[in-house]
T-cell receptor, first 114, second 115 residues
Framework: AQKVTQAQTEISVVEKEDVTLDCVYE???????LFWYKQPPSGELVFLIR??????QNEISGRYSWNFQKSTSSFNFTITASQVVDSAVYFC???????????FGTGTRLLVSP | GAVVSQHPSWVICKSGTSVKIECRSL??????MFWYRQFPKQSLMLMAT?????????EQGVEKDKFLINHASLTLSTLTVTSAHPEDSSFYIC???????????FGDGTRLSIL
């Protein structure tokens, strides 16, 4: 069975600090897909990134970067020079081969103070 | 980009009322849509998978007669909360996506409050 663990329930930082959100996953499949979504206070889910299990390259998009390590079953997300607008709940999610449905982690609430 | 529209965004109604929530894919055909429920400060829990032209697949513990799902066309799925009670109050969100491994596109969600 698949499972996604986000051990950090809530993180508070001051603007311009760097912050890393952890995600650890479990799956028996060798083909799977990992995602990060952002949920701002308004409630909608915003897609941030997708990774498949065969692509371990790290990715950087502006202030966002992702570190995918199969050896530790982790897919961590780093925000560099955080901003107040980054305040949201961030979800890591997993889907397996043959399935579209997502299994979500419990989410990490990020609060960035001015 | 792909857009999923969910309506209504907010519902307040009396206990015993049935409430219908619509989820539309605006610029793509969705043979499969998903319905999630989210309690305050908690994660999204998948309720059911909505399949166009066939019966929905419900997750364990979700009452089929309580949460009726209809997916009559490739662009519309509806979730009806029948005889709603206060414990059904929650944030309901739908999603639709393309092929396996592709990101889901989410509606903006429906906040349901049962008095």
């Amino acid at each position: 069975a698949q499972k996604v663990t986000q051990a950090q329930t809530e993180i508070s930082v001051v603007e311009k600090e760097d912050v890393t959100l952890d995600c650890v996953y479990e799956t028996r499949d060798t083909t799977y897909y990992l995602f990060w979504y952002k949920q701002p206070p308004s409630g909608e889910l915003v897609f941030l990134i997708r990774r498949n299990s065969f692509d371990e390259q790290n990715e950087i998009s502006g202030r966002y970067s992702w570190n995918f390590q199969k050896s530790t079953s982790s897919f961590n997300f780093t925000i560099t020079a955080s901003q107040v607008v980054d305040s949201a709940v961030y979800f890591c999610a997993l889907s397996e081969r043959g399935f579209q449905k997502l299994v979500f982690g419990t989410g990490t609430r990020l609060l960035v103070s001015p | 980009g792909a857009v999923v529209s969910q309506h209504p965004s907010w519902v307040i109604c009396k206990s015993g009322t049935s409430v219908k929530i619509e989820c539309r894919s605006l610029d793509f055909q969705a043979t499969t849509m998903f319905w999630y429920r989210q309690f305050p400060k908690q994660s999204l829990m998948l309720m059911a998978t909505s399949n166009e032209g066939s019966k929905a697949t419900y997750e364990q513990g979700v009452e089929k007669d309580k949460f009726l799902i209809n997916h009559a066309s490739l662009t519309l799925s509806t979730l009806t909360v029948t005889s709603a009670h206060p414990e059904d109050s929650s944030f309901y969100i739908c999603s639709a996506g393309g092929k396996e491994g592709q990101p889901q596109h989410f509606g903006d969600g429906t906040r349901l409050s049962i008095l």
